[in-house]
C-alpha cells in the first residue's frame, strides 16, 4: 500500500531527473550500468558452471562408492552374513570422509546393516524402498542437522536382492561456493571502479565536442546566422560543425531572395485563390520546390486530401499518379513544367491514387505561375476525372471489336458449314449402308463425331456473327446452371458449391449458349485453381432501380456470380479478358470470354468481374427476368411426327456439294428430289411443277445465296404462287433471325447445317403437319 501511494509521485521526479542530465552523466551511468549488468551476467555464469561442476563430482564419486559397495556386498547379503556386511560398510565411512552413512536393505525393505551409532534414523527406516520405476531413485536429497546430505541409491543384483543407500555430505560442496562468492563480490567490486573511470574518460572525450557544438546550433536557432561554429579535428563531430557552418552560408545567402519571393507569392496566392473556387476541375498549385501551396475543392475530393493537411507537403505524396498500363510511377508534373517553363499535358493512361486508395483515370494539364517579372514562382496543375468516360470508351471498342470479329466469323462458319453439310451427309449415308460386322464402321463413327463436334465449334463463331439472335425461350437458370457446372468439372479436382435461391424468377434465354456462358467461367475458375478448391456459384433475383451504375435498364434480373479462390487477375489485364483472342494460357484460344461477353449481350445482360490478387476472380452476369404476373413467351407446343410417305421435294442450296448430299439423303428416305441453285432458279421449277400431275410438295430453301435472292426473298415468291406450300429453312447462320422465328417469315420449320439425315426426316415431318 505504501509503494502504491508513493510510486506515482516519485516516477515523474525520476524521468525529470534524468531529462536535466547533461549528457556526460547520461553517458556516464549508462556505461557503468553496462559494465556492471555484463560483469554480473558473466560472475553469475561461471559460479553456475562451477556449482554444478562440483555438485556433479559429488554424485559421480557416489555412484562408484555405492556400486562398490553393491559389489562387495552381494555375496554376504545372500548368506545372510550380517556381520561381514557391517564390517565392510564401516571400513568404507572410516576410509571415505565425506560418507556421513551407508545401510543396506534385503528385497523385502528390511536394514540388514549400517553405520549409524545410534540405529537408523526414524526418519530413513520409515521411508518405503526407491521402486526401480521412480525416475529419482538412485538420488535423494535431505536436510539434516548436520547439514545437506546427497543419498545415491544402488541395486544389489538387481533390486529384487536388495538395495545399497550411500550418505554424502555436501559441506565441501558449500565450503567451495562460499569462497567463489567472496571472490566474485571482489572482482564486481573491481569492475565498478574500472567502469566509473572508463565512463568519464569516455564522456569528456565524446561529450565536451558535442556541447560545445550545441551551444552554437542553439545560437543559429535562434537567428544568429553570423555566428560560426570552431572546427577542431576531422572526425565525425568537426565534419558536421564544418557542414553546419556551410549550411548557414547558404542559408545567409538564400534568405533576402526568399523574402522577396514570399512577398510577390503571397500578393498572387490571393489572387489565385478566388480564381480556383470557380473553376470545375480540380486545381493544385505548387512553389517552385514542387510542395503544395493550395487545393481547390475538386481537387480535396479527387486527391482525398484536405488543404490544411496538404500544405507544404510535396506534391508526389497528395498528387500520386501512375501509368494505368505499367503500374509504374510517372514522372513529376512540376519538375516537367519547370524544366520546360511551358504548358504540359500528362501522357495517355494516366491514373490518380487518392489517400484512400481510389484509383481513377485522369486527364491534366500543367503550367508554370509567373509573377510580374515573368520570374516563375510556382506551377499550376489542372486535372479532371475521366474514368467513367474512358469506361465507356473501352465498352465501346470491345463492341466494335467483337463487331468486326463477328462478321470474319459468320463468313467463315457459314462456309465451314455447307463443307461439314457434303461430309456430315455422306458419312451419314455410307454409315447407313454399312453394317455392324464391317470393320470400317468405326472409323466411320469417329469421321462422323468429329464433324459433330466441328458443327459445334461453328455454333461457337456464330455467336459472334453480326445480327445473329439467340433462340430464347421461357426457362428456368436453375438447371442450366446446375447442369453446365457438373458436366464443366467431370474428372477434376474442384467442385461446385451451389447457392441458388428458390424462388428464382424465370428468363427468357437460349439455354444452349446460356449453358455456354456458365460452362466457360465455370472452366475458368476451375484453370485458376489448379491444387483444387470449391467454386461458388449463387443464383438471385435483383431488382434495379434508376439510380443504378449497370448499362442496364431498370428492372428485374437474375444475378448468377461465379467465384473462385485462385490467384487472380492483374488489374492491367482486366479491361482486355473479354477482347477476342486475348489468352494467358499456351493452349487457350482467346475466344471463351469472348462468346461469353458476346452472347450475354444478344441476351439484353451484362457481365461484370471483379478480381484480387491472391484471394480469387468472380464474375457476375445480369440477365433479363420476368416477374411474378409479367407476360412472358407461351413455350412452343411439341411438335408430333406425322407418318412418312414418298414425297417430291425440291432442293434450292448454291452449293453444289451440299444440292448432292441432300439428295442422297432424300432418296434414301425414299423421295423424290428437284434441285436448284438460286432462288430465281427454284421458283420457276416450283412453278412448272405446279401446272404438272407431280406438284412439289415440300420445299428447302437455303437462307444466303452468294450474290443472288436466298430463301427469306424466294420463299414469298412461292407462297403468292402457292399460299398452302410447305416451305423448310436451311442455314449455317444458326442464330440468323430468320432461323429463329421462322413462322414469322412464312416457313414451316427450320434445319441448321449441315444437318443428319434424321434432322431432315424430321423437318419433313414437322413442314406436313
Request: with cysteine; charged share 25%.
Amino acid at each position: 500500500m505504501f509503494l502504491n501511494k508513493i510510486t506515482p509521485k516519485i516516477t515523474p521526479k525520476i524521468a525529470l531527473f534524468f531529462a536535466t542530465m547533461t549528457m556526460r552523466w547520461k553517458f556516464s551511468i549508462v556505461m557503468i550500468g553496462m559494465v556492471l549488468v555484463i560483469g554480473f551476467l558473466g560472475l553469475l555464469t561461471i559460479e553456475m558452471t562451477v556449482s554444478k561442476a562440483l555438485y556433479r563430482e559429488i554424485e559421480e564419486r557416489g555412484l562408484l562408492l555405492s556400486r562398490d559397495v553393491a559389489a562387495d556386498s552381494a555375496e554376504p547379503l545372500l548368506h545372510d552374513n550380517r556381520i561381514k556386511l557391517r564390517l565392510l560398510l564401516y571400513g568404507i565411512a572410516e576410509r571415505e570422509k565425506e560418507v556421513r552413512y551407508i545401510y543396506i536393505r534385503d528385497g523385502e525393505g528390511e536394514v540388514v546393516a549400517h553405520t549409524f551409532a545410534q540405529g537408523v534414523p526414524r526418519g530413513l527406516a520409515e521411508q518405503p524402498p526407491p521402486s526401480p520405476d521412480d525416475p529419482a531413485f538412485r538420488s535423494r536429497l535431505y536436510d539434516t542437522e548436520d547439514g545437506v546430505i546427497k543419498e545415491i541409491a544402488m541395486p544389489i543384483l538387481g533390486s529384487e536382492v536388495g538395495m545399497v543407500h550411500v550418505g554424502l555430505s555436501l559441506a565441501s560442496v558449500e565450503q567451495a561456493m562460499a569462497r567463489i562468492h567472496r571472490l566474485m563480490l571482489a572482482i564486481l567490486l573491481l569492475l565498478l571502479l574500472i567502469g566509473i573511470g572508463g565512463a568519464f574518460f569516455l564522456s569528456a572525450l565524446i561529450s565536451g565536442p558535442l556541447e560545445t557544438l550545441a551551444a552554437h546550433a542553439g545560437e543559429i536557432g535562434r537567428g544568429n546566422l553570423d555566428l560560426t561554429i570552431p572546427v577542431r579535428g576531422q572526425d565525425e563531430i568537426g565534419n558536421l560543425a564544418a557542414t553546419i557552418n556551410t549550411m548557414v552560408t547558404a542559408l545567409r545567402q538564400d534568405l533576402d531572395r526568399r523574402r522577396r519571393a514570399e512577398q510577390a507569392l503571397a500578393a498572387e496566392k490571393e489572387r489565385l485563390a478566388v480564381t480556383l473556387r470557380s473553376i470545375g476541375d480540380g486545381v493544385i498549385t505548387t512553389d517552385t520546390r514542387g510542395r503544395v501551396v493550395l487545393l481547390n475543392k475538386v481537387a480535396e475530393q479527387l486527391t482525398g486530401w484536405r488543404q490544411e493537411e496538404a500544405a507544404g507537403l510535396p506534391l508526389t505524396t497528395v498528387f500520386n499518379i501512375i501509368n494505368e498500363k505499367s503500374r509504374e510511377k510517372c514522372e513529376n508534373p512540376v519538375t516537367k513544367v519547370l524544366e520546360s517553363g511551358q504548358i504540359i499535358g500528362l501522357a495517355n493512361h494516366t491514373a490518380l491514387i487518392a489517400r484512400d486508395g481510389t484509383e481513377r483515370a485522369i486527364a491534366d494539364s500543367g503550367a508554370p505561375i509567373r509573377d510580374a517579372d515573368s520570374e516563375v514562382i510556382g506551377v499550376v496543375l489542372v486535372f479532371r476525372d475521366v474514368t467513367e468516360q474512358k469506361h465507356l470508351e473501352r465498352e465501346m471498342l470491345k463492341i466494335r471489336k467483337l463487331e468486326s470479329v463477328g462478321v470474319l466469323a459468320g463468313g467463315i462458319a457459314h462456309d465451314f458449314n455447307n463443307i461439314l453439310a457434303a461430309i456430315l451427309g455422306n458419312l451419314e449415308l455410307v454409315l447407313l449402308d454399312t453394317g455392324a460386322e464391317d470393320a470400317r464402321q468405326p472409323l466411320l463413327v469417329e469421321a462422323r463425331q468429329a464433324s459433330l463436334r466441328a458443327r459445334g465449334l461453328t455454333g461457337q463463331l456464330l455467336t459472334f456473327a453480326k445480327g445473329g439472335n439467340p433462340v430464347k425461350t421461357l426457362a428456368s437458370i436453375d438447371e442450366v446452371v446446375r447442369e453446365s457446372c457438373t458436366f464443366a468439372l467431370r474428372g477434376s479436382n474442384v467442385r461446385c458449391a451451389f447457392a441458388i435461391a428458390e424462388d428464382l424468377w424465370p428468363v427468357e434465354i437460349d439455354a444452349g449458349q446460356i449453358g455456354q456462358v456458365i460452362h466457360n467461367l465455370v472452366i475458368n475458375a476451375d484453370q485458376a485453381m489448379p491444387s483444387g478448391g470449391v467454386i461458388e456459384v449463387s443464383c438471385e433475383n435483383e431488382v434495379l432501380g434508376h439510380d443504378h451504375i449497370l448499362p442496364l435498364a431498370a428492372g428485374p434480373y437474375v444475378k448468377i456470380a461465379v467465384r473462385d479462390r485462385g490467384e487472380g487477375i492483374p488489374p492491367h489485364l482486366l479491361e482486355l479478358i473479354f477482347d477476342p483472342y486475348f489468352t494467358t494460357k499456351q493452349e487457350g484460344s482467346g475466344l471463351g470470354l469472348a462468346i461469353t461477353h458476346s452472347i450475354v449481350s444478344k441476351h439484353g445482360g451484362y457481365i461484370a468481374v471483379e478480381s484480387v490478387r491472391e484471394r480469387g476472380t468472380t464474375f457476375t452476369v445480369y440477365l433479363q427476368a420476368i416477374r411474378e404476373g409479367q407476360p412472358g413467351r407461351q413455350e412452343a407446343e411439341p411438335v408430333v411426327a406425322g407418318p412418312r410417305q414418298p414425297l417430291r421435294v425440291l432442293v434450292m442450296d448454291d452449293e453444289a456439294v451440299v444440292r448432292q448430299v441432300a439428295s442422297h439423303m432424300l432418296a434414301h428416305l425414299g423421295h423424290e428430289t428437284l434441285l436448284a441453285a438460286t432462288g430465281e432458279e427454284a421458283i420457276e421449277t416450283y412453278r412448272t411443277a405446279l401446272r404438272s400431275e407431280a406438284p412439289v410438295q415440300v420445299t428447302i430453301l437455303d437462307l444466303t445465296i452468294a450474290g443472288g435472292m436466298g430463301g427469306r426473298e424466294t420463299v414469298q415468291h412461292i407462297l403468292e404462287l402457292h399460299p398452302e406450300a410447305r416451305v423448310i429453312v436451311s442455314s449455317g447462320y444458326s442464330n440468323d433471325p430468320v432461323m429463329a422465328d421462322y413462322a414469322q417469315f412464312g416457313f414451316r420449320a427450320a434445319m441448321v447445317k449441315p444437318y443428319r439425315i434424321n434432322e431432315l426426316a424430321a423437318a419433313l415431318d414437322q413442314a406436313l403437319l
